[in-house]
């Protein structure tokens, strides 16, 4: 049967450029996010993840849905399929990498290539709007 891995991920937008993580481990980048725990809403897997990665806080009344995305996972096994639910919201604090992060990274839309094909979807559609240069 083939896997879904379901989650949720921050997109956050600043002249054009949208940052991207790459946690300890991985050779790839990613949006800041994961894995939903347990009955945990989206906001709430939103609101956790970016704070156990980025050390900041999303303020709650900015979350605005971007788009549900889905395609192969990252660095698990074939036929393995990731949902990513994508948000854009503001947030508090200093983004600063916590223990889980190597490296951060404001990327391009000439970055595609440096992360998962589900990433690769939503630079697409970033780039389409104008969002992501
Ligand atoms: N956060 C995030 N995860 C992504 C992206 N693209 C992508 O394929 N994934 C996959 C990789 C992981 O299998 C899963 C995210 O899980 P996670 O961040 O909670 O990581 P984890 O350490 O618990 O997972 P794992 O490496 O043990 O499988 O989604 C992305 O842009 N952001």
């Not at 891995?5 to 991207?20: K, P, S």
């Amino acid at each position: 049967m083939a896997t879904l891995i379901d989650t949720v991920a921050w997109v956050r937008l600043e002249g054009g450029r949208i940052l991207c993580a790459r946690p300890r481990g991985k050779d790839a980048f990613y949006i800041p996010g994961g894995k939903r725990e347990g009955a945990e809403t989206d906001l709430q897997t939103l609101v956790r993840e970016v704070a156990e990665e980025l050390t900041v806080a999303i303020r709650p009344d900015t979350v605005s849905h971007v788009g549900t995305y889905q395609a192969e996972a990252h660095a698990q096994a074939p036929g393995t399929q990731v949902r990513m639910a994508c948000y854009a919201a503001d947030y508090t604090g200093t983004l600063t990498a916590s223990s889980e992060i190597e490296e951060v990274a404001w990327f391009g839309y000439a970055d595609r290539d440096r992360v998962p094909p589900v990433d690769q979807v939503l630079f697409d559609d970033l780039h389409r709007d104008g969002l992501l240069r």
